[in-house]
């Protein structure tokens, strides 16, 4: 039956969405958006049935589909037959106008809105079934099973932490922010696509796995990856975060400064205000001001827990840094990231 179905070739930005929207990783989503629904999240953050979700996930196509309401269609990644996709609508995109809703701009200076466009102004929504799934690594759970390991570790409070890089000191006091607040942190950093200069999914692993094993309580620490890509797109992606982890079982999100932004796109502390705006997501956010090294205060510090000592002496701390000194042939000094990290990073410039 499925031999005579029309099939649609999928990336695989798409191959992952779908597994994400087959396990309930983006629950309460079963498929790719219909219009109706992508109109609603870009314009309300809320689908038609009034739930909170903020980034439209689409399966987009460069050419108008020869498919309508009720057809299936088989969904092809790599020359497999990955899945099956019931039909509730195909229709055309207004890709800037869901740029500027979704991104806040229509630039393709950024990241998220430049794949965007790529990807096509043609959609096809509608529930979907997988038939073939990747070979998973050992880091990627189902929400269900990463549910099952915070029961069996008897943690009732989890505190998901979200990275798309490599860790630095800052992202250190974040996870120690966490297991202050909790029975466990969940580690949870993007396996899927990134912006080039950010560093490669192989590298910011085995980063966390050393930073675990060597510094943190592994009794309380878990590290697991969410495969999906990054979308860069600042409050909205911090919302759909959010939402995401819940689904995994963590109680607590931690939000810090510029969370998911990119460049000077947003504001750093819009990722904060947004959450004002909703109803409870039934997970608490955790918002956490700048994090630098401060030496008055004697170590890692932020904007809530520093007395405002001497700004001009505090030594901001973020990735791009850590990678220009690494590209120059220079070890970043120990306010910036561990040393024993460095042998990591720098296989990753």
């Not at 405002?308 to 791009?320: A, F, P, V």
Request: net charge positive.
């Amino acid at each position: 039956m499925r031999e005579t179905l029309p099939q649609i070739p999928i990336g695989e930005d798409e191959r992952l969405d779908l597994e994400n929207l087959a396990t309930g990783a983006f629950h309460p989503l079963q498929g790719f958006l219909t219009q109706e629904e992508t109109l609603s999240v870009a314009y309300e953050m809320r689908l038609p049935s009034g739930e909170v979700w903020t980034i439209p996930i689409l399966l987009q196509l460069r050419e108008k589909p020869r498919v309508g309401k009720e057809d299936r269609v088989v969904l092809v990644h790599g020359g497999n037959a990955v899945a099956v996709l019931q039909v509730e609508d195909a229709y055309e995109l207004d890709l800037r106008g869901l740029a500027r809703r979704v991104f806040g701009t229509e630039s393709d200076a950024h990241p998220g809105v430049r794949r965007l466009y790529a990807k096509g102004a043609y959609a096809v929504g509608g529930r979907v079934e997988v038939l073939r799934w990747r070979p998973r690594g050992a880091l990627e759970k189902t929400p269900e099973e990463v549910r099952t390991f915070s029961r069996k570790m008897g943690w009732r409070r989890v505190v998901a932490f979200q990275t798309r890089n490599a860790p630095h000191r800052a992202h250190e006091y974040l996870i120690r922010l966490g297991l202050e607040l909790a029975d466990g942190v969940l580690v949870h950093p993007i396996l899927g696509a990134k912006k080039e200069d950010d560093f490669p999914t192989e590298i910011i692993v085995k980063a966390y796995q050393a930073l675990v094993e060597g510094f943190l309580p592994r009794d309380r620490v878990a590290l697991f990856g969410l495969a999906t890509p990054m979308r860069y797109a600042g409050p909205k992606e911090a919302v759909f975060h959010a939402l995401v982890r819940k689904n995994f079982g963590a109680t607590h999100f931690l939000v810090g400064r510029d969370h998911a932004g990119v460049g000077e796109f947003y504001d750093p502390y819009a990722a904060h205000r947004i959450f004002d705006q909703l109803p409870p997501l039934g997970i608490e956010i955790v918002k956490v001001g700048a994090v630098f090294h401060c030496p008055l205060c004697g170590g890692m510090a932020s904007e809530k827990t520093c007395p405002d000592h001497h700004r001009g002496r505090r030594t901001s701390i973020s990735m791009t840094k850590v990678r220009s000194l690494l590209r120059e042939g220079k070890a970043p000094p120990p306010e910036l990231v561990r040393p024993e990290l460095l042998p990591l990073l720098q296989e990753g410039v």
